[in-house]
């Protein structure tokens, strides 16, 4: 069965730019969540996508959005990128929900100039 | 305030030297702890789900348990190859959100 899918692996943008991130979840799995991971502040929930509707939602600017397709596969989107958006994008995908085990990508790592 | 501490930070082992991390939350209500293994360069891999206090999980070396205020993770007889950061996440039952705590960088010597 293959896992969580995150595209691109690398990406660098500059300050002011707009950039949008693609995640393939798990065959079957409804729910795709979506973190941003840096050194200084950990692992951080952005959104929580099922049935193509944001269900739950981080403290998160504007800047930060996303969507979900009816196959399940999800975009993120960033505008106006800022300098401190450089981190590891992470999504995560469960059957039903994020009360359930989540099954992750390796991530997209973003770097702004 | 929703709040998820680990500790300690960072942790050197050497092999077959149990010991146990610590996941200390402060949450309205608990949906869900979630204990997750991070190597570098990847994305977090789940280990264990903990619903109510007084719950075990074990697997292998690892084995979870979980109070009304914190969680461990104990680590028998660690190999190297259990060298990771490991990573506890909480859901609060009010609020749906999901916290990550910092992790513990744990590096088991040969």
């Known amino acids: 069965k293959a896992g969580v899918t995150q595209t691109p692996r690398y990406l660098i943008k500059t300050r002011g730019q707009q950039v949008t991130l693609s995640c393939s979840p798990i065959s079957g799995h409804r729910s795709v969540s979506w973190y941003q991971q840096t050194p200084g502040q950990g692992l951080q929930f952005l959104f929580e996508y099922f049935s193509e509707t944001q269900r739950n939602k981080g403290n998160f600017p504007g800047r930060f959005s996303g969507r979900q397709f009816s196959n399940s596969r999800s975009e993120m989107n960033v505008s106006t990128l800022e300098l401190g958006d450089s981190a590891l994008y992470l999504c995560a995908s469960s059957p039903q929900g994020m009360d359930q085990p989540q099954h992750f990508g390796d991530g997209t790592r973003l770097s702004i100039l | 305030e929703d709040q998820v501490t680990q500790s300690p930070e960072a942790l050197r082992l050497q092999e077959g030297e149990s010991s146990s991390l ?56 660690p190999k190297p190859e259990d060298s990771a950061t490991y990573l506890c996440a909480v859901q609060d039952t009010g609020t749906y959100k999901y916290i990550f705590g910092t992790g513990t960088r744990l590096k088991v010597l040969a």
């Open chain 2, 22 to 77: 610590n996941c200390s939350y402060t949450v309205s209500g608990l949906r869900g702890l979630f204990w997750y293994r991070q190597d570098p360069g990847k994305g977090p891999e789940f280990l264990f789900t903990l619903y109510s206090a007084g719950e075990e999980k074990e697997k292998e070396r690892l084995k979870a348990t979980l109070t009304k205020k914190e969680s461990f993770l104990h680590i028998t007889a």
